[in-house]
């Protein structure tokens, strides 16, 4: 016995460091798995599971088929069942790397040195869930196809490159031209973005109704190229989109994991806990603060958030007779409590994030956007410099809404108790959307106010065109410094004519420098999305451009 | 008058309720501060203008008032119930595909309801003031008390996260195939195409959520029922049928009952509304596509046209239950004529 105890005794100090080597090795094994998620070095799955169920919240508006649906479900649906011909390496974005376009159904591309003219190379071997083959005609005809539908809606100014298209044409079985008049950088990402995935057109001309081209039938039906296509659509209830045994692989040879993914409409965030927690569904999306932290504590689930394209913003017309002066309108950014919004009222979900071009994009710069801190002395200081020792009052204007998890009347109430400490008297007055921004439209905006914008695609030229040449203007850039107005639309047709990554870079961050500290439209949070998996799910990739992660790199253990 | 012209004059006023009803919802949606449009094309930000005005050009939300609610009339004369704003689809398809959800739940929820709260009011009321009684009572002020939401989720966590004996929310299980729409009842539609395996899901996805729903007016049914058997049976005429040395079962059941379910039967028809006013927290917290959860989401986007005609329905719905109350309570008391 006490020999037998003797051994026992010294194996078990010899134990001890044997432990501590697999836990060495658990570590390493940990590593590798956030590693190869952020990489996407996924091999493509040898079996199938069956399904993948997925909490959603539906907001079903126009559909699912490009160019319409802007609801986030429409969106991140889009983006299961269509490609683009060029697509985003969505690690990349999550990551905040730069991210360019990648090859997708355009194999390979040439930009003539002017820039005006890209002749895309099709992809060989690829069918549309029709059945029909993917060829120069078709995309040229899904191109057109996407250029109408946005004419029907009157949404061209959101796209106003489509009116410097000269041509779009077939010039070869497998070779697409298309002729701008002007050079325009942004086109291969845009080319990625929801509203010109390729659909296989011909298909919808068959079921045009109205002169529509098929954009109402399109709604519930799908006539893509990517790993899903549409089986059933209950409204209300159930999205189920099958696996499209003829795909291709798509750009990173990523196939989907499950036969099918079935995406419910639980609108309650208690149901929806109780569903995760239980393993009724696998992935969680759309779920409250609240919901995500109760969940965190289950064993079986976990969490993940990615910063996702949308940011708040205050708003204020620099007309207004204060923030007509620059010293009041950077004093009015010392008396923003970033982190006390980002922990208290978005819930710690997001970041603080100063500027409109946002991490990975061209031009992005930690100095610009992480410039301000929350400094009521220096804002006092400042808006004594200014002429208001004792601050001055001013108007907030509240509405209906929310910019992620900042709902709009919280961020309101916050800005009020945060501009009180530099002497800012702020009073809320209730407004609607229309108000506010028929206000903006018209250049009658002299309140501060609130909102929440996202962007279409990933490139510096879509906060640079929505924002720095459309909302600076209308918050009256223009009226207080018209030196800086002019440079801005200068810079941004210099970064839509410049093909040169380098370059682009530079005329963004200049351009990002001016909107930052002229502009009435301040950023304040880029917020984030948050998912919740059953542990049995891995590989979950953020796709930030479609409010969503890409349900192809899930797998089902 | 006999029950013909009853029926016809019933008709004919429910005509006018309704336009009344109408009426009223539609400036309640014109007052409500906001602009479906606006909340559709905010996001475009100062870009969405062009978007947002012929928004509102196509859907004649630049007319005045008076001019939307008279061609939302006209159009509904011709069976026209307009376009959802938010969804581009017909309201009426909109509504054929909810509707059915909803009523499938209040129905089996009425069921549920009168078979729980009837019983327990006689019971409550035979055995007074005993411990039986004073059960029945709490258990009833419980029901009337209690929100919904809170109960539906305790249930939930019993039944179906503990037990595991319930299914948590939809009409049928995620693994299984939507049955066929024929009616859009899936009671009917799977006992229709024999499928009875999913006719089994189905029944088992409606029991929590109609019980819940049932239970919110249980509690008020069994008080009723309680309040008026104890009227009755302090009545003259049950004394004398006792003294006459009928059976008691008799008694109750043909003197008491009889006249005790008047008040019953009348309250039955308010339940209707307190049943589709409850379909909307319990559609929500069960995932129901019902078109209580149809109205939240149209009253949120301010979908005002769809609004008005859910509206229009429940009040469609809550007048013809009345009526068949009326009709009811006429063929149980041969004193009442209309």
Redesign the interface.
């Given at each position: 016995m006490i020999a037998c105890s003797t051994t026992e005794t010294v194996e078990v100090i010899k134990e001890v460091p044997v432990e501590k080597v697999v836990e060495k090795v658990v570590e390493k094994e940990v590593e590798k798995i956030v590693e190869k998620e952020v990489i996407k070095e996924v091999a493509p799955a040898p079996t199938y599971a069956k399904s993948i169920k997925v909490r959603d919240v539906f907001f079903f508006n126009e559909g699912f088929t490009p160019p319409r649906g802007g609801s986030f479900f429409e969106h991140r649906v889009s983006q299961q069942i269509y490609e683009g011909l060029t697509a985003l390496n969505t690690p990349m974005v999550t990551r905040g790397d730069e991210a360019t376009p990648v090859p997708n159904l355009a194999s390979a591309w040439k930009i003539s040195a002017d820039g005006t003219t890209y002749t895309f190379t099709v992809r060989d071997g690829v069918v549309f869930t029709t059945g029909n083959p993917l060829n120069a005609q078709a995309v040229v005809d899904s191109l057109k196809r996407s250029f109408y539908v946005i004419d029907l809606d009157k949404a061209t100014a959101r796209f106003s490159w489509i009116t410097d298209v000269v041509s779009v044409e077939a010039t070869g079985e497998m070779e697409v031209t298309m002729k701008l008049k002007n050079a325009f950088a942004p086109l291969l990402a845009i080319l990625a973005s929801k509203q010109f995935l390729i659909v296989d057109a011909a298909e919808l001309k068959k079921h045009e109704k109205d002169s529509d081209w098929g954009a109402a039938w399109g709604a519930t039906n799908s006539v893509g190229t990517a790993a899903y296509g549409i089986s059933g659509w209950e409204p209300e209830q159930r999205l189920t989109l099958k696996r499209n045994p003829d795909y291709w692989g798509g750009h990173d040879g990523v196939g989907p994991g499950a036969d099918e993914l079935i995406f419910a409409n639980i609108p309650e965030n208690a149901t929806a806990e109780l569903m995760m927690a239980k393993g009724e569904v696998d992935v969680a999306l759309q779920m409250d603060p609240i919901s995500l932290k109760t969940l965190d504590l289950n064993p079986k689930v976990y969490t993940f958030s990615y910063p996702s394209l949308i940011t708040c913003n205050y708003l204020i017309d620099r007309r207004n007779e204060h923030a007509k002066n620059d010293k009041v309108l950077e004093a009015i950014k010392y008396s923003i409590d970033y982190d006390g919004l980002l922990n208290t009222v978005a819930m710690g979900l997001g970041k603080v994030h100063q500027s409109l071009i946002l991490p990975g994009m061209l031009g992005h710069d930690a100095s610009i956007s992480n410039r301000y801190t929350y400094d009521p002395e220096k804002a006092k200081a400042l808006l004594a410099e200014a002429g208001y020792p004792d601050g001055f009052s001013i108007k907030i204007q509240n509405r209906a809404g929310a910019c992620g998890s900042v709902v709009y009347s919280k961020g309101v109430e916050f800005l009020q108790a945060s501009l009180k400490k530099s002497g800012i008297k702020a009073t809320i007055e209730q407004s609607t959307g229309s108000k506010f921004w028929g206000q903006i439209g018209k250049g009658e905006l002299r309140d501060l106010g609130i909102s929440g914008l996202g962007a279409t695609y990933f490139d510096p030229d879509n906060p640079a065109s929505v924002r720095a040449t459309s909302e600076c203007f209308s918050l009256g850039i223009e009226a207080v410094d018209p030196t800086a107005a002019a440079r801005l639309k200068e810079l941004v047709a210099q970064g839509r004519a410049e093909t040169d990554n380098a370059k682009r870079h530079n005329i963004y961050k200049e351009l990002n420098e001016i909107m930052v500290s002229k502009c009435g439209e301040l950023t304040v949070l880029q917020v984030s999305d948050t998912v919740a998996l059953r542990t049995n799910m891995t590989d979950g990739i953020a796709m930030p451009h479609a409010f969503s992660i890409d349900f192809r790199y899930l797998r089902k253990e | 008058m006999n029950i013909g012209a009853f029926i016809l004059r019933r008709l004919i006023l429910q005509i006018f309720v309704l336009l009344g009803l109408s009426i009223f919802t539609f400036l309640l949606m014109f007052g409500l501060?906001?602009?479906p449009?606006?909340?559709?094309y905010?996001?475009?930000?100062?870009?969405?203008?062009?978007?947002?005005?012929?928004f509102r050009e196509k859907w004649g939300l630049d007319l005045p008032i008076w001019k939307q609610y008279t061609n939302f009339i006209t159009n509904l004369m011709r069976g026209d119930m307009g376009t959802s704003l938010?969804?581009?689809t017909p309201i009426f398809d909109?509504i054929k595909?909810?509707f059915p959800a909803t009523i499938e739940l209040s129905i089996v929820a009425f069921i549920f309801a009168c078979i729980m709260g009837l019983p327990l009011g006689i019971i409550s009321a035979l055995k007074r003031n005993s411990w039986v009684d004073h059960t029945i009572r709490a258990v009833s002020l419980f029901g009337v008390s209690m929100p919904i939401f809170w109960f539906a989720?305790i249930l939930?966590?019993i039944f179906?996260?503990y037990l595991?004996i319930i299914p948590?929310?939809?009409?049928i299980d995620?693994?299984m195939?939507?049955p066929r729409h024929i009616t859009g009842f899936y009671i009917i539609d799977t006992i229709a195409v024999g499928d009875w395996t999913a006719l089994l899901n189905v029944l088992h996805h409606l029991i929590l959520p109609a019980f819940v729903l049932g239970f919110s007016v249980v509690g008020l049914l069994a008080r009723v029922t309680r309040a008026s058997i104890l009227e009755v049976i302090s009545q003259d005429y049950v004394r004398t049928a006792r003294s006459k040395g009928l059976q008691e079962k008799t008694v109750i059941s043909r003197h008491v009952l009889r006249n005790a379910l008047i008040p019953t039967v009348t309250i039955l028809g308010l339940l209707v509304g307190g049943l589709l006013s409850g379909a909307v927290l319990t559609e929500?917290?069960?995932?129901w596509?019902g078109v209580g959860?149809?109205a939240v989401?149209s009253i949120m986007l301010l979908d005002r046209l769809a609004v008005v005609n859910v509206t229009i329905l429940v009040g469609i719905v809550f007048s013809t239950a009345n009526m068949i109350v009326d009709i009811t309570v006429a063929f149980l008391d041969p004193r009442i004529r209309y």
């Open positions: - | 501060p906001g602009d449009a606006a909340i559709l905010s996001a475009g930000g100062s870009l969405g203008f062009e978007e947002y005005n012929h938010v969804t581009r909109e595909s909810y989720i939930l966590i179906y996260f595991g948590s929310s939809q009409r995620l693994d195939e939507i929500t917290i069960f995932a596509p959860r149809f989401q």
